[in-house]
């Protein structure tokens, strides 16, 4: 009995050593270049803008070629889009209709990517990676700007906060039929490579790249302007 327990014991120890060779934690930073990619004629995307995000990262190798990867990210994620259609401010006295807005967004995501991470065979002290897998998000803040050039200066001059249209922050004006308040929920699928610069025992440099496409629509309510926010990433990190 007194063997067999110290056997057990000795199974777990080994077990324990093991996943712990495995699981590396480490740190990350990156920034992003978002774009608004719109399904319908009334949005047009209006370029990049750039972001960032930070936070934790680590990976549990099943084997030298292949294992799960996974990040805790503070994100920002930016974009901007001309939107088409006529519309009209709750608080113009006037009820002046306006067209081609020039919308600016700026969201704060708590981002949770999850992928699959393949590994080639050590060249000298280099890993080369690439990466498959989602990262659902979760929004924490939301701003957003608008302007335009056929804003009359009537109301111009009634707004100075460059057209802010955030319900939550009292701001000035909101559109009559254009909702800016952000889908809570994000969903992208994402895929990237890199590579992984090994240092002294289990440490290393990472350097990567990373698209990431989502399907879940950016608003809340208005589906009549249905548009999905994009990203391309380039990031560095350090796993220890």
Known sequence: MKNSTILMLALLITQLSFAQNSFRFGLKGASNFGWLSGTDKTIENDGTKIGFAYGLMGEYAINSTYGLHAELLLSQVNSKFNLKSEQSFVNDPNSTVVSNLNFKYVIQYLEIPISMKLNTKEIGNLVYYGNFGFSPGFALNARTSITSDDIPKSIQDLDPTDYRVNDDEGDAFTLNNFDDRVF???????????????MAGSTSLQAGVRFANTFTDMFVKDKTADAKNNYFAVSVGVLF
């Open 184 to 198: 809570l929920f994000r969903f992208p699928l994402i895929i990237g490579g890199g590579v992984e610069y090994r």
